[in-house]
């Protein structure tokens, strides 16, 4: 009698994020939300699909009317070509539309607001990065949020405890 074994199926992650930039939201104060495709190497997508991104300390700035990504960390695999000089740190061009660069333009120059990521993600077979502009926080606004942050939770519990 012959058994016949079953493959074990990994499952896929149905997430499409790469990273995300958590301290964003404490740091500043978040407004509105873009979305942008980046120009990417070869290399550099390839890092992207092993998970080696940080962009934590990154944020987004205009030079010449053009919007580039500044901070972001893609380590190189280490089975990355010899050929191919890789710096994980460089400068990344993100792709928009003028309409949209003039906005953020407008927003940086004229409201001293600052582009902040917040996300890096896949879009069908795309890398996209989102991105907010904000304000950063002072400190008593930081004090604020987490008291205001505890209250909610001690609410919801009370809550909880009085429905029972």
């Not at 939300?33 to 890092?47: D, I």
């Not at 030079?63 to 500044?70: I, Q, S, T």
């Not at 407008?106 to 990521?117: K, N, P, Q, T, W």
């Not at 890096?120 to 205001?148: P, S």
Request: glycine share 6%; net charge positive.
């Amino acid at each position: 009698m012959s058994t016949i074994m079953a493959k074990n199926k990994t499952k896929k992650s149905n997430s499409n994020t790469i990273a995300l930039n958590k301290k964003a939201r404490h740091e500043y104060t978040l407004g509105e939300k873009f979305e942008a495709g980046m120009s990417l190497q070869g290399w550099e997508v390839k890092s992207i699909r092993g998970g080696k991104v940080n962009i934590s300390d990154c944020y987004v700035f205009m030079k010449k009317g053009e919007a580039y990504l500044l901070g972001a960390e893609i380590q190189a695999l280490n089975a990355a070509s010899s050929h191919v000089i890789c710096d994980p740190v460089r400068d990344r061009k993100l792709l928009l539309n003028r309409k949209q660069l003039d906005k953020l333009s407008g927003l940086v120059e004229r409201d001293g607001l600052s582009l902040i990521a917040t996300a890096m993600y896949w879009k069908q077979c795309w890398v996209k990065l989102e991105f907010c502009v904000g304000r950063g926080k002072k400190l008593h606004d930081k004090r604020a949020d987490i008291k205001d942050r505890d209250w909610a939770r001690s609410k919801e519990r009370l809550m909880k405890h009085d429905k029972r």
